[in-house]
């Protein structure tokens, strides 16, 4: 039985993952999730989880040594999930970021350096390369980062690999594309315009809204990280990807049509500073080891947009601002 350190697990995909993994080992896993609790943790997605003997949360920050040394030392594996995630926000604040995408990662290297871990892999992102308008990069492909998102991503997915080159530890680095899926905290494109459509407010568009991603569903990322943990080669990076890519006129059009909303609700405002007009990669070389993502865009995406319908009380709470005092009351924890 392994011993995963999941950080970050009660964000988006991370708490996603902690349901992958007992849905695929049940109690033939140890789960320790180890999340400071940002704005974006939310321990409620991991209600169903909770009491489980093979699972602990821990409330702390990747960026204190004496938080993750123990942890890293009980761990077999590390999967480094926890970030500040939101380009918008690194725009306005970018500090956050380089403390905890960039020293965080560092501190938590350091503990996977002094204990040993079977497999140590750091949650990179497609961001990391910039943006480009024709083909798909490759993962030997030159790194052009343009928010202090990415540029704090990159940091850390180049320090990871300086620790596999210079103390040969297990490193593998994962550079995956635009997530969708539950639990997607609602300022983000699709949960901000599920959500905005279903309270008949306007979406807000980013300049001429032809910019493109390339989108995944969750469940698909999550498998991918948890096949590179047993086929992946250490010190190496792996591009993971869904093949669908729309502008975000194609996914704002499909989420009105599905809620059957009028389409007037688009409202294009000013661009985002710096924004990518593309991401898009290449996926060959995880392709070639034997993986290929299983869901089907259309039939996920509408699965999604009708969990939002469903869960109305886990992202009302966030967009009210009402969620710290329910998280006191339920958790008895202060945010
Ligand atoms: P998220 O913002 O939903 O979750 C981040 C989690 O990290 C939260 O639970 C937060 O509380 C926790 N966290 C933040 N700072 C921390 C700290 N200092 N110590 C401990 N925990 C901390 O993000 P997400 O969308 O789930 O992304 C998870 C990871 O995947 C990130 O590393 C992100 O860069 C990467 N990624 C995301 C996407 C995507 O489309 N969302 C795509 C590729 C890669
Ligand atoms: O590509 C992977 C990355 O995808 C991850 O590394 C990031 O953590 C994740 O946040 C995401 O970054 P994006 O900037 O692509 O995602 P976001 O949902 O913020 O925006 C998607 C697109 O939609 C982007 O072109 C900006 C646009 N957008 C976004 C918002 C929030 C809008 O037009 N209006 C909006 O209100």
Redesign the pocket.
């Known amino acids: 039985m392994k011993t995963y350190l999941v950080t970050g697990g009660a964000g988006f995909i991370g708490s996603n993952y902690i349901h992958y993994l007992f849905q695929k080992y049940g109690d033939d896993v140890y789960v320790i999730n180890l999340d400071k609790l940002t704005y974006a943790g939310n321990l409620e997605n991991l209600d169903d989880v909770a009491t489980k003997k093979n699972y602990r949360f821990v409330r702390g920050d990747i960026c204190q040594a004496d938080v993750v040394d123990p942890l890293v030392k009980e761990a077999d594996v590390v999967v480094n999930f926890a970030a500040e995630?939101?380009?918008?926000r690194s725009i306005g604040a970018p500090d956050a970021f380089i403390k905890t995408d960039v020293y965080g990662a560092f501190i938590l290297l350091e503990a996977a350096r002094r204990h040993g871990v079977e497999k140590f892999i750091q949650i990179s992102?497609?961001?990391v390369y910039g943006s480009i308008i024709d083909g798909s990069f490759k993962e030997t492909d030159i790194l052009e980062p343009s928010s202090p998102y990415s540029a704090s991503k990159a940091g850390a997915d180049r320090l990871a690999y300086s620790y596999f080159v210079t103390y040969q530890l297990p490193v593998i680095i994962t550079r995956?594309?635009?997530n969708f899926g539950p639990y997607q905290y609602p300022?983000?494109?699709i949960p901000?315009f599920v959500t905005n459509a279903l309270e008949d407010k306007s979406l807000?568009?980013?300049g001429d809204?032809k910019?493109v991603?390339d989108w995944i569903y969750v469940l698909d990322h999550c498998d991918a990280v948890d096949f590179l943990i047993y086929h992946g080669k250490p010190g190496q990076v792996y591009n993971i990807g869904g093949g669908n890519e729309r502008t975000?006129i194609e996914i704002t059009d499909l989420i009105l049509t599905y809620l059957k909303k009028p389409h007037t609700l688009k409202t294009f405002i000013q661009d985002?500073l710096g924004?990518d007009r593309r991401?898009s990669v290449d996926t060959a070389k995880i392709t070639a080891l034997g993986w290929v993502p299983e869901h089907k865009f259309e039939r996920a995406m509408n699965s999604t947009i009708q969990w939002y319908v469903d869960n109305r009380s886990w992202w009302g709470k966030l967009k009210s601002g009402e969620y710290r005092e329910f998280y006191k009351a339920n958790y008895n924890k202060e945010l």
């Open positions: 995630s939101h380009v918008d992102t497609d961001e995956c594309s635009n300022e983000k494109l901000l807000p568009i980013y809204g910019n991603r975000n985002r924004h991401y």
